[in-house]
């Protein structure tokens, strides 16, 4: 491990602070240790490609999670959604050196922050129709009315 870089990434860490525009957000805890990071990512067009703007994290844990962390989130700009899913742990921290194996696991959780950041922006996107629903009744509602008025349907020919 590179201690060098794993203490100029402590002394001057990147992007480090919630993020409240940001697109989508990620949170990871490690069991091992009671660790948390939480990396919150921005999207912007370039070239006819969405492409990460920026990303920042927090981090509740030791300071090899907090260095990767901060590594990472440089590493991924200007990346596409699917060049970021395919980054590794080791990847992701590769400019400290291989990590020890006590230390593996605050890669890994940095790793997860940013695939949990990445898979919830997929899951707004797909989902846009709630979002942009009109004013009128959504389907929820009409399925709920439906629900009520077979609800009522039931009651007065179960009597019968
Ligand atoms: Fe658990 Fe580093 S994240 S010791």
């Known amino acids: 491990m590179n ?50 703007d920026k990303a920042s994290f927090q981090s509740f844990g030791c300071q090899t999670a907090i260095a990767v962390a901060s590594l990472a989130t440089e590493l991924i700009r200007g990346k596409t959604k699917e060049e970021a899913l ?31 950041a990445l898979e919830a922006e997929s899951a707004v996107a797909t989902t846009p129709a709630a979002a942009t629903a009109p004013t009128g009744p959504t389907l929820m509602d009409s399925l709920a009315d439906a629900g009520k008025t077979a609800g009522k349907i039931k009651i007065v020919l179960q009597p019968s």
């Open 3 to 52: 201690e060098d870089a794993l203490q100029s990434a402590l002394s001057n860490p990147q992007n480090l602070g919630e993020m409240p525009d940001a697109d989508a957000v990620g949170t990871v805890g490690s069991p091992d240790c009671g660790d948390m990071v939480r990396m919150w990512l921005k999207y912007k067009e370039k070239d006819g490609k969405k492409v990460i």
């Open 86 to 116: 395919q980054m590794s742990a080791a990847e992701l921290s590769a400019p400290l050196g291989a990590l020890p194996p006590m230390k593996i696991h605050c890669g890994q959780m940095v790793e997860g922050a940013l695939k949990a």
